[in-house]
């Protein structure tokens, strides 16, 4: 089983996409960004590969307004080259990538025009996906759309609209039930008449059950899997887990450890790939890997409590003092018990002493290196923070752009600056 995440990366330096809007189009802006972008790419393909995650979903912002009428620019010929180096990045260490285009495309529109753009936007994803030069595991995953007061003949629409679609669409396209509209068993009677593989989506399937659900989420994931050919790849399902007080479909922060270890034990093929639909993205990706892996190191959970440590302490001494603790049983460590604690310090509130100590812990590294002018400036954000003058962002971001200048490896890699910043 290989567990990934989508799109977006935390807690990487050079990892962000950068956005075109349509008023501001040109040719050097646009070849401008897609530089940026793919070298964002690149950067959290590495970060993947240095962490074992095997599964990820490649942003459709990648390239900016790809499919727009105003963008004639052939970018998969200007960057052919790039994009196969970056695909034989991905394909070496047996990386998984997909795409999922947004809610505005539509195929089972009753609108044409929607349609047309909706197609045009998969003939998108689909020519990213082929310069890759990925094979057609590299999945475009699709909501089947709107209902527009007749299921059925919704249904019918999408399915004829599929039908004229261009092979190399047909190659890479998978769907999912949503949260809404069309259930499990909607999807399913879609995929009887195309052969287009399911995914199954454990949240959505919670809010949108079939009607007669005498099924378990488990059973309903047996069903999909054989909708998967050979070619396709191993089957994909997603996972996510509802936000607090949320109905409407709404994401966690994070995915919580006990409660995703239930889901995976109950799973009856684990020769399947898991995308995690979470706010903390790579975070809970790597987590989850850990929670899974055989033999599991202790060293695996130092890494992680590194990245982690400072953000405990300045909520809690005491879980911070718990973990330290815990990660002295070199021998036998207890994974759910330490993301256990982890994730008690993830939903406490900030306590001022508790970050100021951090604070303190933090200027540590930059005393005896920063400048007269450095210090004044941090003691005086550090006074405006207890005086409730200056937010915790403030000298959060100064200490960050200080780790950065001093080229702090440590710290820049903490993830005390991306957690709880205000």
């Known amino acids: 089983m290989s567990i990934g995440y989508a799109c977006i990366h935390l807690g990487s330096n050079n990892t962000k996409l950068s956005t075109l809007y349509l008023k501001n189009f040109s040719k050097e802006k646009f070849l401008l960004i897609i530089d940026n972008n793919l070298n964002a790419l690149e950067q959290i393909i590495n970060y993947n590969v240095k962490n074992d995650i095997k599964v990820f979903r490649i942003s459709s912002d990648i390239i900016p307004l790809a499919s727009h009428p105003i963008n004639d620019i052939l970018w998969y010929e200007i960057y052919e080259e790039r994009l196969k180096t970056l695909g034989t990045l991905i394909k070496e260490n047996n990386i998984r990538v997909s795409m999922h285009p947004g809610q505005y495309t539509v195929i089972n529109s009753i609108h044409d025009s929607v349609v047309e753009k909706s197609i045009e936007d998969l003939r998108y994803h689909a020519r990213f996906l082929d310069a890759l030069t990925c094979d057609y595991s590299s999945k475009i995953v699709l909501h089947i759309g709107g209902v527009y007061n007749d299921k059925n003949l919704s249904m019918e629409r999408f399915i004829g609209n599929y039908n004229t679609l261009d092979q190399s669409i047909k190659n890479r396209l998978i769907i999912e039930n949503d949260d809404k509209s069309y259930n499990i068993e909607d999807v399913l009677s879609i995929f009887k008449v195309t052969n287009i593989p399911v995914v199954f989506d454990n949240l959505h399937h919670e809010l949108n059950p079939p009607l007669d659900n005498n099924l378990s989420q488990f059973e309903w994931i047996e069903i999909c899997n054989k909708t998967w050919k050979e070619i396709d790849g191993k089957q994909k399902i ?18 919580k450890a006990s409660t995703f270890l239930e889901f ?35 060293i695996y959970l130092e890494r992680e409590w590194a990245k982690y440590k400072y953000h405990v302490l300045g909520n809690s001494s005491k879980t911070y003092q718990e973990i330290r603790t815990l990660l002295k049983n070199k021998s036998n460590p207890d994974v759910i018990k330490f993301y256990s604690l982890i994730e008690s310090s993830l939903d406490s509130g900030v306590t001022k002493n508790s970050q100021v100590n951090t604070i303190q812990h933090l200027w540590g590294y930059f005393k005896k290196i920063a400048s007269k002018s450095e210090k004044n400036r941090f003691l005086k954000l550090l006074e405006g923070y207890k005086e409730d003058k200056k937010t915790l962002s403030f000298i959060k971001n100064y200490i960050y752009k200080l780790s950065y200048k001093y080229s702090i490896e440590y710290l820049l890699d903490s993830l005390y600056f991306y957690i709880n910043g205000n």
């Open 238 to 255: 997603h996972y996510s887990q509802s936000a607090n007080n949320y109905k409407n479909g709404a994401h966690s922060q994070y995915i």
């Open 264 to 298: 995976y034990n109950n799973i009856k093929n684990k020769n399947i790939d898991i995308m995690l639909e979470v706010k903390d993205k790579n975070l809970s990706a790597i987590k989850c890997n850990l929670l899974i892996m055989e033999n599991l190191r202790v």
